[in-house]
């Protein structure tokens, strides 16, 4: 787009002129009235301010979606930021500049502090209060630039340079207007403007008059709503203190009833006929009945209550599942169902009341167990975030879709030829979702019938702990010497979360910044080798974050990624960013495009050290296509040697070999300072044991199968490691 036109402002006409000017297009580009009054306003105040307070002044009109590059370079600050509903529209943007002494105290005009009996200050706060977009700069002795602009009307088409040369044929046609009609004029827009604030006046009358009739209807609701709220509650009081009384009273007779029924069957006083033997099991498996009713009665009534009390200590999910298994397993009165717990793996400690977490997975438990007539009921724990889920999964009936959520229902029964055969109390589910919420979690199921269900607890690893406060927030600001700093500018904690599991045993180590501040704390005290920049962030926009990382000297050269959830590519690279991406970014394409930024330059080798000839040549044929020179080792003498002088990018190791294994190879490598650094994939062919697992999983970025290294889904993973290594590779290796 080009300037439509350019007025100089040497006296108090060309003022005048310039508010004319600013009418007329705003007029041609089909601006309402009262915008076009707000433009020539704004327009007239800066232009004065340019004539009375400087000299060798101008004003600039232009049409274009973004700030003119040309202006960009002129700003500073921006006052007014950039409206997110507003990417795709075209703008009237105006410049006015000068060569005056510029302003000394602009800060303080800005914010309103300044006062002034000329009225300087005035005019920028008030343009700027009518304008979309604001920018000013002013450096003392050399002058002032104002760049406003205004979003064109939706009604007003996409214009296009033919447009615009029509645009600027008009205006040449129309002469400026005497100062005596330019007074004619602003009267009228006044006349218009003052009988627009009668209507809103008389409007804004008629609106309160009507919210003084519906708070009166409110105001009565909020009456009755009180009333019915404290039956109810009382009524509630009502209910949980008669389930609590009757709990207790029935204990006892209860724990009497179990306690004489096991005497006689005994056989403490005596032998019992078969059918004296057969009425008195029954009369104690009734009281056993009972009793788990009125447990479950008293615990709800409690829950709903607020009176139980959580008591959370630290406890190990191994524990918990041998526990459970020696408690459950004489329920399981059926041989052709098997109950699994499976081995918790990378379960931390949890800091909660284990007695309601097991009173929990006894319910799902003990269900499963009744609604499985054949199969296995599986127990299993995962860590999920900051949760421990725990899943008990049956091979039983299952429960129909509309059902699924009225079986947490209070005392329901699901009508099925087995529900006939098995007695419950119906309260076991509603009790576990309830103690599940009481520390900090919730439950679920999915089910299929005749397939079976997996019921879901979801509970916090720390009782009283929310995530924002997780471990996270611990997270250090200690270099790791042999892996590369990143610095992370994002306030939002899952996605913090991700970044620190796409990072995961890869070379290179984020350091998380959730503010400003702390991002500028950061870099005082660590220089990074990239940066992934957040904009959006809870304390305002990260765009001068951006801009004082590319002025200053120190920073400048930094690649800079930046990650959001707006579109504001242009505005981004135009700033001074290396990439751009929109939220959410794939894992191996943020590799793919840090490994560039930070070792575009860099030349790349790769070390095999393997005593099979025939494995190196297959490994070098699969490298062929990418920019990394190779070097082989025969043996793991050699490899350690190789990799002390040449320092590659990364370490191909085979584990089994004459003189040296793999294992001794790597040990050696971690102990020498000037080769521990270096990312190191295992290639073999051996069976790994658990414990060998175990410890190259702390020291390798993957390990590769050497059967399976020509499929396509083993050179995914070598895809995966070497991106993992910071290695730069072709750009169909990108993701």
């Not at 006083?269 to 009369?283: H, M, N, P, R, W």
């Not at 620190?500 to 045993?505: A, D, L, P």
Request: net charge negative.
């Amino acid at each position: 787009m080009s300037i439509l036109i350019t007025i100089k402002i040497n006296s108090e006409q060309d003022v005048v002129m310039s508010r004319q000017r600013a009418r007329q297009i705003a007029e041609l580009l089909t601006f309402d009235s009262q915008d076009r009054t707000r433009i020539a306003t704004a327009v007239s105040e800066i232009a004065r301010n340019s004539f009375k307070y400087a000299q060798n002044g101008k004003v600039e009109f232009e049409i274009a979606e973004d700030l003119p590059p040309l202006w960009l370079k002129k700003i500073e600050r921006e006052i007014t930021p950039f409206p997110s509903s507003n990417f795709d529209c075209q703008y009237l943007w105006v410049c006015i500049s000068d060569r005056g002494q510029g302003i000394d105290d602009l800060g303080s005009i800005l914010d309103g502090r300044y006062h002034s009996q000329t009225g300087m200050g005035l005019g920028i706060i008030g343009s700027k209060r009518l304008m979309d977009r604001f920018y000013i700069t002013s450096t003392p002795g050399e002058g002032t630039t104002v760049v406003m602009a205004k979003v064109l009307p939706k009604r007003t088409p996409k214009l296009t340079g033919k447009d615009l040369a029509k645009i600027a044929d008009q205006l040449a046609l129309q002469y400026p207007q005497s100062l005596f009609e330019e007074v004619q004029q602003q009267n009228l827009e006044l006349i218009n403007t003052l009988e627009e604030l009668r209507k809103r006046q008389e409007e804004l009358s008629q609106l309160n008059r009507e919210l003084e009739d519906t708070n009166r209807g409110v105001v009565a609701l909020y009456a009755e709503l009180d009333e019915k709220a404290e039956f109810l509650q009382r009524a509630n009081e009502l209910k949980t203190r008669f389930l609590s009384n009757m709990s207790h009273e029935f204990r006892t007779p209860l724990n009497s009833i179990t306690s004489l029924s096991r005497m006689l069957l005994d056989r403490m006083d005596g032998e019992l006929t078969s059918e004296q033997e057969k009425q008195v099991l029954l009369i104690h498996k009734s009281a056993e009945g009972l009793s788990e009713l009125v447990n479950d009665l008293l615990d709800l009534a409690k829950v709903e209550a607020g009176k139980i009390l959580v008591h959370p200590n630290e406890f190990e999910v191994k524990d918990l599942f041998a526990t459970l298994r020696g408690m459950l397993r004489p329920l399981l009165n059926n041989s052709s169902v098997y109950l699994s717990f499976e081995e918790p793996v990378d379960i931390p400690t949890l800091y909660t009341d284990e007695g309601k977490v097991a009173q929990i997975l006894r319910n799902f438990i003990s269900n499963a167990i009744k609604y499985t007539e054949q199969g296995e009921v599986m127990v299993q724990a995962s860590k999920l975030g900051h949760y421990v889920v725990f899943a008990v999964s049956d091979t039983g009936i299952g429960i129909d879709p509309q059902d699924r959520e009225r079986i947490f229902e209070e005392f329901i029964q699901l009508d099925s030829d087995m529900q006939k055969r098995v007695k419950g109390t119906g309260l076991g589910l509603p009790l576990s979702r309830k103690l599940a919420e009481l520390l900090g979690g919730n439950v679920s199921v999915k089910s299929q019938l005749g397939v079976g269900s997996t019921f879901f607890a979801t509970i916090p690893l720390i009782y009283g702990d929310l995530p924002k406060e997780s471990s996270l927030r611990q997270t250090s600001w200690q270099l790791d010497d042999d892996r590369i700093p990143i610095l992370v500018v994002e306030d939002h904690e899952d996605t913090l979360f991700t970044y620190q599991k796409y990072f995961e045993k890869t070379v290179y180590q984020i350091l998380p910044a959730r503010s400003l501040k702390e991002a500028r704390q950061i870099l005082q005290k660590i220089l990074p080798k990239a940066i992934i920049l957040d904009i959006l962030l809870e304390e305002g926009s990260a765009w001068p974050l951006l801009c004082e990382m590319k002025e200053n000297p120190c920073t400048k050269n930094l690649p800079i990624i930046v990650i959001t959830v707006v579109d504001n590519q242009k505005k981004a690279l135009a700033l001074g960013a290396d990439a751009f991406f929109i939220k959410p970014v794939d894992r191996l394409q943020l590799l793919h495009n840090i490994n560039n930024l930070i070792n575009r330059n860099k030349e790349q080798s790769i070390l095999i050290i393997d005593d099979r000839e025939v494995s190196r040549y297959l490994l070098r044929k699969i490298l062929a296509d990418q920019p990394f020179t190779v070097i082989e080792a025969t043996d793991g003498s050699s490899g350690i040697e190789y990799a002390q002088k040449k320092n590659p990018s990364c370490i191909f190791l085979d584990l089994v070999m004459p003189d040296l294994d793999g294992f001794k190879v790597l040990e050696r490598l971690k102990e020498d300072r000037f080769t521990r650094g270096i990312p190191v994939i295992i290639n073999t062919s051996k069976q790994l044991m658990p414990e060998e697992q175990s410890y190259l999983s702390g020291n390798v970025l993957g390990v590769l199968s050497k059967e399976s290294l020509s499929t396509e889904r083993a050179k995914g993973i070598l895809r995966e490691v070497l991106l993992k290594a910071g290695l730069v590779l072709n750009s169909h290796y990108g993701g």
